[in-house]
């Protein structure tokens, strides 16, 4: 017995007629597949590092060995940068620069200041007296922002550079200024807020 022919047929004109679940063009069949579903990206297994890893109060500033050393005399009680720290920043760990063998190249300090509080020029109390503020309030500094120094604590085992590129992943000495990694927060200050094993209160 002879097989039927298709039920779809082309016509002089090109049309389709008739119906078949096989779709004919140019006299070819082509069979549709269902579309494989798409397949997830996989998670970069590398840990990224968010607001969780780093402590938003804390931040990691440059300082040269002069002005470090009128900190702690208090001569100078107000620090000033160039950019505004953003509300709720309360703590400085001061990077002492090497400054050619006059540093220590590293983090030896860190000063309170307040949650909110940063001065533009013209705006320092003129009393008590510290240095560079009147040249601040002036306009005569590059400095845009001040921030009023409260506390001062010395580090009992100060954070050397090769520390911070080995054990805490940093690249170098900070340029700018950086958050404090967690990690490096609980072992040199932690929760327990200056405790002495950690911490030496300056003022």
Do not use: C
């Not at 069979?31 to 780093?54: L, V």
């Not at 620069?97 to 590293?106: K, W």
């Not at 590129?165 to 340029?175: E, F, N, Q, T, V």
């Not at 200024?177 to 929760?191: A, H, I, S």
Request: positive net charge.
């Amino acid at each position: 017995m002879a097989k039927p022919s298709s039920f779809t047929q082309t016509t002089l004109n090109g049309s389709l007629q008739g119906s078949s679940h096989t779709t004919i063009s140019d006299n070819k069949h082509r069979i549709s597949k269902k579309p494989q579903p798409a397949k997830s990206k996989s998670k970069s297994k590398s840990k990224s590092t968010g607001p969780i890893d780093r402590i938003l109060t804390d931040v990691i500033l440059s300082i040269k060995p002069l002005h470090l050393g009128n900190i702690v005399s208090r001569q100078k009680n107000h620090e000033y940068r160039k950019y505004r720290l953003r509300d709720g920043v309360t703590r400085l760990w001061f990077y002492e620069t090497g400054d050619g063998g006059a540093g220590r190249a590293s983090i030896t300090h860190i000063a309170v200041i307040p949650a909110s509080i940063r001065h533009t020029p013209g705006f320092v109390p003129a009393e008590p007296f510290g240095i560079g503020n009147a040249e601040f309030n002036d306009g005569l500094k590059e400095s845009k922002y001040g921030y009023p120094i409260l506390e001062l604590f010395e580090l009992v085992q100060p954070v050397t550079l090769a520390e911070m590129k080995s054990r805490w992943g940093m690249g170098g000495a900070p340029m700018g200024w950086r958050y404090v990694e967690r990690d490096l927060w609980e072992d040199r200050w932690g929760e327990n807020q200056g405790g002495a094993e950690k911490v030496r209160r300056v003022f």
